[in-house]
T-cell receptor, first 113, second 112 residues
Framework: AQSVAQPEDQVNVAEGNPLTVKCTYSVSGNPYLFWYVQYPNRGLQFLLKYITGDNLVKGSYGFEAEFNKSQTSFHLKKPSALVSDSALYFCAVLTGGGNKLTFGTGTQLKVEL | NAGVTQTPKFQVLKTGQSMTLQCAQDMNHEYMSWYRQDPGMGLRLIHYSVGAGITDQGEVPNGYNVSRSTTEDFPLRLLSAAPSQTSVYFC???????????FGPGTRLTVL
């Protein structure tokens, strides 16, 4: 089955430090990968996507993600974390012949002063 | 643009009752979808539509029906509510499947 996995339920980072939220995927063919963020009591917001091209994808709010085909990973990164980045982050992959978005279980990011 | 709107925001049902969750978008998006969010399980796709008159099942379709008579609206019907359907429901839309999806604010449903 095509899927994504987020191995960490929670990531804690000090403000100003770099952050990484991990995602690995399992798909046949070329993956279409996404990152979304959810703030408390809100719907999800799109951060970035990888379809093809450069392995380093830049997105909203200073986030970027690195696509690594050999490691089947698509980790989300930010050079300097902010307290306001604290939220729930979801990795997702397009499956079902390109018609369905399958989400990971989410990683809670907590950025502390 | 209002974006994606969902009504109601909160709903409490008794087991066996039926109801319709409303979803509308004003961005002329072809693709619309319904998800449910449960703790520790992420979002799971219930049903989706690639255009007016076309719907298909997602990962967890049992107990839910959808229709897409217009581009703008994509209602989700619970036929006979069960406690297992207690969840937060999100509607989303996009121009096409590989575009970014815009999510509504969600409906928190409790089934007693």
């Amino acid at each position: 089955a095509q899927s994504v996995a987020q191995p960490e339920d929670q990531v804690n980072v000090a403000e100003g430090n770099p952050l990484t939220v991990k995602c690995t995927y399992s798909v046949s063919g070329n993956p279409y990968l996404f990152w979304y963020v959810q703030y408390p009591n809100r719907g999800l917001q799109f951060l970035l996507k990888y379809i093809t091209g450069d392995n380093l994808v830049k997105g909203s709010y200073g986030f970027e993600a690195e696509f690594n085909k050999s490691q089947t990973s698509f980790h989300l990164k930010k050079p300097s974390a902010l307290v306001s980045d604290s939220a729930l982050y979801f990795c997702a992959v397009l499956t079902g012949g390109g018609n369905k978005l399958t989400f990971g279980t989410g990683t809670q990011l907590k950025v502390e002063l | 643009n209002a974006g994606v709107t969902q009504t109601p925001k909160f709903q409490v049902l008794k087991t066996g009752q039926s109801m319709t969750l409303q979803c509308a978008q004003d961005m002329n998006h072809e693709y619309m979808s319904w998800y449910r969010q449960d703790p520790g399980m992420g979002l799971r796709l219930i049903h989706y539509s690639v255009g007016a008159g076309i719907t298909d099942q997602g990962e967890v379709p049992n107990g839910y029906n959808v229709s897409r008579s217009t581009t703008e609206d994509f209602p989700l019907r619970l036929l006979s509510a069960a406690p297992s359907q207690t969840s937060v429901y999100f509607c989303a839309s996009s121009f096409w499947q590989d575009n970014e999806q815009f999510f509504g604010p969600g409906t928190r449903l409790t089934v007693l």
